[in-house]
């Protein structure tokens, strides 16, 4: 299966800066896009940031000229960088790959990084 190793999460102050980083390893055969969700208590978890491997990018609205997403494909890594952080951001952030994993068709499924905090002080 696909493993997704995340990093980066931590507490900082509102204004401050995090920068997330999610490596996806295992029998990849392809990855079809990398993404960002978060998930603050007791509400759904939604879409950060997502991006293709081609570079397309789609962001939430309330994160929008503030967080950057970015990835390496040779490295098969997918970055956060979250600019003037809001109480309001204070989430678990989980690292999303949906990925192929051989050959053969249906084999694209979405795998899920354990989670990282992080938390925005006032």
């Known amino acids: 299966q696909v493993q997704l190793v995340e990093s980066g999460g931590g507490l900082v102050q509102a204004g401050g800066s995090l920068r997330l980083s999610c490596a996806a390893s295992?029998?990849?055969?392809?990855?079809?896009?990398m993404g960002w969700y978060r998930q603050a208590p007791g509400k759904q978890r939604e879409l950060v940031a997502a991006i293709s491997t081609g570079g397309r990018t789609n962001y939430a609205d309330s994160v929008k000229g503030r967080f950057t997403v970015s990835r390496d494909n040779a490295k098969n890594t997918v970055y956060l960088q979250m600019n003037r952080l809001k109480p309001e951001d204070t989430a678990v952030y989980y690292c999303n790959c949906n990925a192929r994993t051989s050959y053969y068709s249906g084999s694209d499924y979405d795998y899920w990084g354990q989670g990282t905090q992080v938390t925005v002080s006032s």
């Open positions: 295992g029998r990849i055969f392809s990855i079809n896009a």
